[in-house]
């Protein structure tokens, strides 16, 4: 076994490059992330016509648009593998921790280079001014790793069951709704330029740090036979 | 066979007692009216929804621990039995709040609660519909349930911070004090008692059946090798 020689770190690190190689080769997620992103943007910004909206219905908006974002692309790295039969070949190389963990890593940034990319488009399209950066960027990563965390866990489980697509939403929506209630109030608060309390920060990185561990202890069950 | 066809009769006669005494000997409610009398098929039935969420996590854990399929036969029995249980806790809690808030539906901490217990129901239903090999479907399954479980409590935390509520306050309020007229809450007691063993009835009905299906499909097995 290659990753009894090997420490966990660089076997983490191996996956994040595998797979960060085979996205920048077919640039197949990232892209199609972005138009869907773009497309979603677009289709609210032309039907407003150039209306102003209320920063809770921005919030509510940019939050759904990364989560059916995620949707659409988060579940490519379980079902890809099985699709090109090479889950088989990772569990022999690496074990179930290292995987997971890298994939969540993949995933996490992932999906803040797309947070990165909508987050001008936003501004752009809805005339939208944002006050407070760094809280925002705060907010935006926690949200994004609890994001990539849980459809981590539920990538896996929806390879079982043959890549069927609709169901990846069905099982991730109703483990996330917690951290998506929070991060969207937290974000109209951002909006409307007031400092979100520090409980809410607490409340969001508790909640990733519970669902890495949680869902890190149950990945094991799903990814050994 | 007899114990089950006694234990039905026990609980036949103990639920129509309760229905007896919710309709005649339950006073009208201040304020509330008749209307009083869908909260003792509404609290119950909500209790239900949540105690079957609560066993289904338990068992799922139980079956993760042990692999044994009777655990994962009780965990997804409980959540389907639950799910029902729970789609009368909403349907019956939105009938109470249009008669004495006006409005269906007005997400209410309390609806949003039980409006997520719904989709998690719902969801781990259609993934294991989505899963044909019994040993995955079990293991995904009990996964779901504990992963589920374990992002509920967060709820707790957010949900009346953000929202406004209408409910009634529970029957033990945070004060821990039981502000409720003492027939009433005898009665919503009995009642509690008579929902929970229509679910635990159910739920071994669904869990023996299914053991005798799977000893006949083995003793078939058997058959056919010799």
């Known amino acids: 076994m290659q990753d009894k020689k090997l420490p966990w770190y660089s076997v983490v690190w191996a996956i994040v490059r595998k797979d960060a190689l085979c996205e920048l080769r077919s640039k197949y997620a990232f892209s199609a992330l972005t138009m869907f992103a773009l497309i979603t943007l677009a289709s609210i910004s032309m039907s407003l016509a150039g209306a102003t909206i209320s920063s809770a219905l921005a919030a509510a908006l940019f939050w759904i648009i990364l989560f059916f974002c995620a949707m659409a692309g988060l579940s490519r790295v379980f ?9 088989f070949t990772l569990r022999l190389y690496a074990n179930g ?19 990165v990319l909508v987050i001008p488009l936003f501004v752009i399209l809805l005339n939208f001014t944002i006050p407070l950066w760094l809280e925002l960027s705060v907010l935006l990563v926690l949200g994004d790793i609890g994001i990539a965390t849980v459809s981590t866990l539920t990538a896996l489980m929806v390879c079982r069951t043959g890549g069927k697509g609709a169901l990846f939403t069905v099982i991730t929506f109703p483990l996330l709704l ?14 409307d330029g007031i400092l979100p309390e520090v409980q809410d920060f607490v409340f969001m990185a508790g909640y990733d740090m519970t669902v890495l561990i949680a869902t890190s202890i149950l990945f094991d069950y799903l990814w050994y036979d | 066979m007899r114990r089950s066809f006694l234990s039905i009769l026990g609980i036949f006669i103990w639920t129509v007692g309760v229905i007896y005494a ?14 009083v009398r869908i909260a003792f098929f509404h609290i119950p039935v909500a209790w239900v929804s949540v105690l079957a969420f609560l066993l289904s996590a338990v068992w799922a854990f139980q079956y993760l621990r042990t692999r044994k399929p009777e655990h994962d036969w009780r965990s997804s029995a409980a959540v389907s039995i639950g799910f029902a249980f729970c789609i009368l806790a909403t349907v019956s809690g939105a009938t109470f709040a249009k008669l004495t808030w006006g409005a269906y539906w007005n997400w209410d901490p309390r609806q949003t609660t039980i409006f997520i217990l719904l989709l ?4 781990y239903l259609a993934l294991r519909s989505a899963i044909e090999d019994e040993e995955q479907k079990a293991r995904i399954a009990a996964v779901y349930s504990l992963c589920s479980f374990i992002t509920v409590p ?39 008692i008579a ?21 006949a499909a083995i003793s078939g097995e058997e058959g056919v090798k010799q």
């Open chain 2, 120 to 123: 998690i129901y719902g969801a």
């Open chain 2, 154 to 192: 967060f709820l707790v935390f957010i949900i009346p911070r953000y929202y406004f509520s209408l409910h009634p306050a529970p029957v033990i309020n945070s004060a821990a004090r039981i502000e409720m007229d003492k027939i009433m809450l005898a009665v919503l007691i009995a009642a509690l």
């Open chain 1, 97 to 115: 921790q290292a995987v997971y963990w890298g994939k969540t890593l993949f995933n996490s940034l992932l999906l803040i280079a797309l947070t």
């Open chain 1, 79 to 87: 079902v890809q593998e099985q699709e090109a039969g090479t889950l």
């Open chain 2, 195 to 215: 929902c929970t063993a229509i679910f635990w009835q159910l739920l071994t009905y669904r869990v023996n059946s299914r053991q005798k299906r799977e000893a």
């Open chain 1, 178 to 191: 917690p951290q998506f209630l929070m991060v969207i109030a937290s974000t109209t608060r951002v909006f």
């Open chain 2, 22 to 35: 919710v309709f005649t000997i339950v006073p009208p409610a201040e304020g509330l009216g008749n209307l």
